[in-house]
């Protein structure tokens, strides 16, 4: 498994990450046997990076990756976390009372004394431009509570003002075949920056997988199907913003791109790590054997200059006028 340097943090993370909102909550249920088996097949393949946060499943997420932690203390696995919603999306919630109180409990869920990297969690715009925000989380590195901090956001002007910041480590941005704006003066900006991106959302919320049909129907805890049109947080977050039958259409011909002994997902995650200054991609998995074959794609041979430009067609074709402007 490839390695690669993040940024301002001077360590080195798996090229394919693992996102654990699913160990969490709101992909239907993962018993704690079928979390921590997981977690373990990702770490056999190469992985150490691992992206959770503190809402997901109210700390169960934390928790389990905190139990294997102490279980495998060799594995070397860089923890990022993230807070903020814990409250009402308001900026006067992001204080550093609050930063305190979230990452202490973060800390007690790992069984860590210090965070290897806490994000604010898409929080509201204006947080972006809080003095007062910033000053905090940089309190919270002097203070050791964490060793860095980055931003996971919604749109690209958060993720360029986050940038900015001279003590932002990291940005995580929803960023796939049908989300292709980050790459026009996002991952740029970063890589000159010399700030980690960490793409998220990276199979379009099971899209890109082909495995899916107009005709599937998701379980009713999970988010496909609850938040569809962002009824609960921010459509971006499921199917990257892109309606369900438009996303189906679009990935039966995405699927016709995967090379051979590739499946469609792989094709996907391989597609953004060859993106230059993508830091690291974090889909998630519910089971061993997913975890399995998404860190696989980072052994794939690079994709050919005609699958990188079938990608761009099909998102200008089927997509780019369908996507919210706000992404």
Request: net charge negative.
């Amino acid at each position: 498994m490839e390695q690669r340097e993040f940024g301002r943090l001077g360590r080195k993370v798996s090229v394919v990450g693992l996102g654990t909102w699913q160990l969490g909550a709101d992909w239907g249920e993962v018993g704690e046997p079928d979390a921590l088996a997981v977690l373990d097949a990702a770490v056999e393949a190469g992985v150490t990076f691992f992206d959770t946060a503190d809402v997901y499943g109210d700390g169960r997420s934390e928790q389990l990756i905190g139990r294997y932690l102490r279980e495998r203390p060799d594995a070397g696995i860089f923890v990022a976390t993230k807070m903020g919603r814990r409250l009402p999306q308001l900026e006067e919630n992001y204080t550093l009372d609050n930063f305190r109180a979230w990452t202490d409990r973060s800390r007690a869920n790992l069984g860590v004394d210090t965070l290897d990297l806490v994000q604010l969690h898409c929080p509201p715009s204006p947080v972006h431009s809080s003095e007062a925000v910033f000053d905090a989380l940089d309190t919270l590195v002097a203070e050791e509570r964490v060793a860095a901090y980055g931003v996971s956001v919604e749109t690209c002007a958060e993720a360029l003002a986050a940038i900015a910041r001279p003590g932002t480590a990291s940005v995580q941005i929803i960023l796939n075949p049908f989300r292709l704006k980050p790459l026009e003066e996002v991952v740029p900006a970063a890589r000159e920056a010399g700030v980690g991106i960490i793409a998220r959302v990276p199979l379009a919320s099971g899209l890109l997988s082909g495995k899916y049909t107009k005709d599937t129907v998701f379980a009713e805890n999970d988010h496909r199907t609850f938040n569809r049109h962002g009824e609960m947080f921010d459509q971006g977050e499921t199917f990257s913003g892109v309606g369900f039958e438009e996303g189906i259409e679009a990935a039966v011909e995405f699927a016709e791109l995967a090379p051979e002994g590739a499946t469609p997902a792989q094709t996907a995650l391989r597609w953004i790590v060859q993106q230059p200054g993508v830091t690291s991609v974090i889909p998630g998995a519910r089971s061993p054997e997913q975890a399995r074959a998404n860190a696989d794609a980072a052994g794939l041979p690079p994709l050919p200059d005609t699958t990188l430009d079938a990608v761009g067609d099909l998102y200008d074709r089927r997509l780019r006028a369908r996507v919210h402007p706000r992404w």
